[in-house]
């Protein structure tokens, strides 16, 4: 009867393939967090600032959704979130994050495997690191610029595109729709998706493949029956994290389309600060709405991430 190894038991990972089994390593961490005061030296700091500026600001948005002006408890506000607009931004958000990052994951894991896997030039390794860490951090005002001035309808590649008779406009391309912020959202999530997944590609061993081979097993069934199921979980984890990064971005779309698409980070944002009308509850109840989605979200990578845990170097 054939296992797979992702299913076998500790003791037996152990044994195989000569790694601590995931309870074993869970303990000694524990143990290890206990015993050693110089960690809470550093991480203290660290989770009160994970207190101050994220678990009590949650607390309050959770508080300020269901209170009125007067401060009585409401339900307006979470019931006004099934009004056209708002469900329209809902549909635009997760579509444009979903998409984002799925793209995102395909284009970035095929481009980590090429540059990072075994067989790879190792000169290509740490310029293609250093151009990721760079480019999915370079997002906001610069990216909406740097993309209107190449693809905008005046942009440089547009130009060249038209020079050669070919009028890009007439493809129904635009940057500022939910399918042009797709392509730009990809400047900066495939570059994110290299730097999640390249762990998880350094967890396959080489001597896997070999033994595969020995076996008879062709590259198809090496990838079908271990590389993939080994790499699934993390892929899913990376994607999820990609989801997460898509969902909660603000100043790429603002910069691009002034509000104009319908996406719950700008919304929270016209009626927070609205000339017209401003309700902050309203703008609280919408991102209570994120809250509970990004919770949704951290959950799936935690999970995802843990399944992948046991294979990493």
């Known amino acids: ?49 994970l207190i101050a500026f994220m678990a009590l600001p949650s607390i309050a948005v959770l508080i300020s959704a269901f209170r009125d002006d007067a401060g009585h408890f409401t ?60 480019a999915s951090n370079f997002a906001g005002i610069p990216l909406a610029l740097a993309f209107l001035m190449t693809l905008g309808s005046t942009g440089v590649v547009t130009r060249l595109l038209a020079g050669a008779g070919f009028d890009l406009s007439r493809t129904g391309f635009s940057l500022f729709n939910v399918w042009g912020l797709v392509v730009v959202y990809l400047y900066f999530q495939i570059p994110l998706m290299v730097i999640l997944i390249a762990p998880a590609l350094e967890g396959l061993r080489a001597e896997w493949a070999e033994a595969a081979e020995n076996l008879g097993a062709s590259r198809t069934v090496y990838w079908r029956r271990i590389g993939l199921p080994i790499i699934a979980p993390a892929l899913l984890a990376c994607a999820t994290m990609l989801f997460g990064n898509a969902f909660a971005t603000y100043a790429t779309p603002y ?26 509850q309203m703008g609280r109840a919408i991102a209570l709405l994120i809250i509970v989605i990004m919770l949704i979200t951290v959950a799936l990578y935690t999970y995802f991430d843990r399944l992948s845990s046991r294979w990493r170097p």
């Open 1 to 49: 009867m054939e296992e797979h190894p992702a299913l076998l038991p500790d003791v037996l990972v152990s044994e195989l393939f000569g790694q601590t089994p995931p309870r074993t390593v869970r303990r000694n961490r524990l143990a290890r967090w206990r015993s050693d005061p110089l960690t809470w030296l550093f991480v203290g700091p660290l989770l009160a600032y």
């Open 75 to 134: 339900t307006q506000y979470v019931q006004a979130l099934t009004q056209t607009q708002y469900l329209l931004g809902l549909k635009n958000t997760l579509t444009l994050s979903f998409f984002s990052a799925l793209i995102g994951a395909v284009l970035g894991a095929l481009l980590a495997w090429l540059a990072l896997g075994p067989g790879s030039p190792g000169w290509l390794r740490r310029p293609l690191l250093a151009f990721s860490g760079v």
């Open 255 to 280: 910069a691009l389309t002034s509000g104009t698409v319908a996406l719950l980070p700008l919304q929270i944002a016209a009626v927070m600060t609205g000339n017209v009308l401003s309700e902050p």
